[in-house]
């Protein structure tokens, strides 16, 4: 099963900083400015149908009406912690972006999203909402993630990965086919322990430096 609304991101410059964040000799502050960078880079491909309307302006030519940004303000939601090393490049490309936050851990056991935290912006109906997470492994937590949105009002919802498992495409295409799914990559599979192959690793870890 693939996703409907799958876009795998192949522009050179992201596949170019995408390979040197899985070489395990980056250390964890290049990891980090290479994760942010990449991050601009799918956060303009996440935003592309975002409403305009043209206002008019005076340049230091002459009067037009230019296109700009029309509608409420999206909204950016980090899935904790491995989220965060996405947020800041997001809102660097759109920063007046609402910020929330759901935190959730992989139960390593039953390999199941264990919700600890949730704080969101008070209306997020008629917005874009992009979801950050840099994997997209088994899919379990993004698809409850997205379900905490979706019963918070949110409609229109775009997923931000840095990596997608075959796995998680599918588990998200069952449970989520309305949602957008923006990734560099879509890697081979998942290991026995649920990590992305050949991906790069534990993403939190590498981020903030707690291998």
Sequence with gaps: MTHPNLTIVDHPLVQHKLALMRDVRTPSQDFRRLLREISLLLTYEAARDLPLADQRITTPLTDMDAPMLAGADPVVVSILRAGNG?????????PTAKVGFVGLYRDEATLKPVQYYCKLPPEMRGRLVIAVDPMLATGNSSAAAVSLLKEAG??????????????????????????????????????????????????????????
């Design 86 to 94: 996405l947020l800041d490049g997001v809102l660097d490309v759109i």
């Design 154 to 211: 949110a409609s229109d919802i775009c997923l931000i990965c840095l990596l997608a498992a075959p796995e998680g495409v599918e588990c998200m295409a069952r449970e989520h086919p309305d949602v957008r799914i923006v990734t560099a990559s879509l890697d081979s599979h998942l290991n026995e322990k649920g990590y992305i192959v050949p991906g790069l690793g534990d993403a939190g870890d590498r981020i903030f430096g707690t291998v």
